[in-house]
């Protein structure tokens, strides 16, 4: 789940920073503006790419949504979500335990 919650923040990076680079080039157009939110959203899309590859269980659609600038990550994330994918690497797994239920009290009165 860490791993869903991380490409989420990446996702969240990416969409920003374009629309910050968007905004920016459709207004003003400030070089600094331009040289600092530029390399941001180029990290922020390269990590969302390489968290949905590493995510076990990634689809192919998912993996392919990945690659779209921008909204990628947000369209990988629901592609993982739906499929119940954690996010986590591949491997058995116990998956969490479930703890028992407790006794009534009132029950054994």
Do not use: F, K
Request: proline share 9%.
């Amino acid at each position: 789940m860490a791993n869903l919650t991380v490409l989420r923040i990446a996702a969240a990076v990416e969409a920003g920073s374009l629309v910050v680079l968007l905004a920016n080039r459709l207004t003003v157009h400030l070089p600094a503006l331009t040289s600092a939110a530029g390399p941001v959203h180029g990290s922020a899309y390269l990590m969302v790419i390489a968290l949905v590859l590493l995510a076990g269980g990634a689809s192919r659609s998912a993996r392919i949504a990945a690659l779209v600038p921008g909204i990628g990550g947000y369209l990988a994330l629901r592609r993982l979500r739906d499929a119940g994918t954690d996010g986590g690497p591949t491997g058995p797994s116990d998956g969490p335990a479930t703890p028992s239920p407790r006794p009534d009290p009132q029950r054994h009165r």
